[in-house]
């Protein structure tokens, strides 16, 4: 079984490959890819979020990047995590929970978009490796008017 730490740096480097088939495959079946709207915004489908998504989602959002007639995707953009160390901040029978600062930049031809923030990997052993229980990711500037991301944090 590979670390906790080792296993936050390789998704982020699946994103960046756009290697979303293998991405997809990190996540429990029931699990759950949220950024929160707020400062403190307490999980749940009754509070606004800038995206809360089970695993059903995340293949539709894939998918969607994938499709040959995705306007937003007609130019390809591509993107670009610098991390911190992950921190293991709770840790219990299979669980734990990894705190990483990161700045993301995602490019589009000549736009560019930086983003900073800090995600929260909830992760669960799963027979010599791990999945993604939860990935929570709290922009610093979360209730700014913030710019249309075209890929994946």
Not at 49 to 59: A, P, Q, V
Not at 131 to 149: D, F, V, W, Y
Request: aromatic content about 10%.
């Amino acid at each position: 079984m590979s670390s906790p730490i080792d296993f936050v740096y390789h998704e982020a480097r699946l994103i960046d490959e756009k290697r979303f088939d293998e991405w997809y495959e990190l996540f429990a079946d029931d699990a759950l890819y949220w950024m929160p709207l707020t400062r403190e915004q307490p999980i749940g489908e009754a509070h606004t979020s800038l995206f809360y998504e089970d695993k059903l989602l995340l293949k539709v959002r894939i998918e969607r990047l994938r499709h040959p007639n995705a306007f937003s995707q007609q130019q390809p953009s591509f993107c670009q995590h610098v991390l911190q160390q992950p921190t293991i901040i709770e840790s219990a029978q299979g669980k734990c929970v990894l705190r990483t600062p990161f700045i993301y930049a995602e490019a589009q031809l000549d736009q560019q978009v930086i983003l900073a923030g800090t995600a929260f990997h909830h992760l669960q052993g799963d027979g010599g490796g791990w999945k993604i229980q939860m990935k929570k990711i709290e922009l610093l500037n979360r209730e700014a008017a913030l710019p249309s991301i075209q890929l994946l944090l």
